[in-house]
């Protein structure tokens, strides 16, 4: 599975958009870039996913370059609850199913 | 149920006692994973059981650790001769069909601290 790079912490504010940049400088052909979220004492939870270009749904966007060397995780006017801690995960439908999450970027949102 | 569910939420045991960690999947999940979170830390992965194929297990740290699934139902995670550095919340996580594409819903979670 492709290595993942991400900002071990980030800060914010209530009303802030908050922009999350993963790096996946090996990236494959056929994987998927997958965002979860996970709160203390919680399982992490599926945020979104994407292939290239942008994908949005209620929660999120993802913006990927056309290298898809990278992708953005952005949180439009985020809350005190968006405060978690948040994965980016890299790989395709072939290889191994393992699933690397790392340390994450944990994501503080203030008053 | 609606989601995926464990047990025990917590386990408090001795050093050198054995623990078995339950997992029950989504129904109709035919893939299903464990992972260890020490505290502040990421996931681990440790072991992806798909269908009837042979497990993953090659994130199982050591001979100490085993898990084993029945069909596309429960599976138990079991630690021999817990160690005090196997204390962390063991998630388990099932998933559709196990491809990455697929989302992975996870359970609470099973916080084990060994004493």
């Known amino acids: 599975l492709a290595k993942t790079t991400q900002p071990i912490s980030m800060d914010s504010y209530e009303g802030q958009e908050v922009n999350i940049t993963c790096s996946h400088n090996?990236?494959?052909?056929?994987?998927?870039i997958t965002w979860y979220q996970q709160f203390p004492s919680q399982g992490p939870r599926f945020i979104i996913q994407?292939?290239?270009t942008k994908v949005t749904n209620e929660v999120a966007s993802l913006f990927i370059p056309a290298d898809r060397k990278s992708s953005t995780l952005s949180l439009p006017r985020v809350s005190l609850s968006d405060t978690a801690v948040y994965y980016c995960?890299?790989?395709?439908?072939?290889?191994?199913?393992?699933?690397?999450f790392g340390s994450g970027t944990r994501l503080q949102v203030q008053p | 149920g609606a989601g995926v569910s464990q047990s025990p939420s917590n386990k408090v045991t001795e050093k050198g006692k054995d623990v078995e960690l339950r997992c029950d999947p989504i129904?109709?999940?035919?893939?299903l994973y464990w992972y260890r979170q020490r505290l502040g830390q990421g996931l681990e992965f440790l072991i992806y059981?798909?269908?009837?194929?042979?497990?993953?297990k090659s994130g199982l740290p050591s001979d100490r650790f085993s898990a084993e699934r029945t069909g596309e139902s429960v599976s138990t995670l079991t630690i021999q001769r817990t160690q005090q550095e196997d204390s962390a919340v063991y998630l388990c996580?099932?998933?559709?069909?196990?491809?990455?594409?697929?989302?992975?819903?996870f359970g609470p979670g099973t916080r084990l601290t060994v004493l």
């Open positions: 996580a099932s998933s559709f069909s196990g491809a990455l594409t697929d989302t992975q819903y």
């Open positions: 995960l890299v790989g395709g439908n072939t290889g191994r199913r393992a699933l690397t």
């Open positions: 129904s109709g999940h035919t893939a």
């Open positions: 994407g292939y290239k």
């Open positions: 090996n990236i494959a052909t056929n994987d998927y």
């Open positions: 059981f798909q269908g009837n194929s042979a497990p993953d």
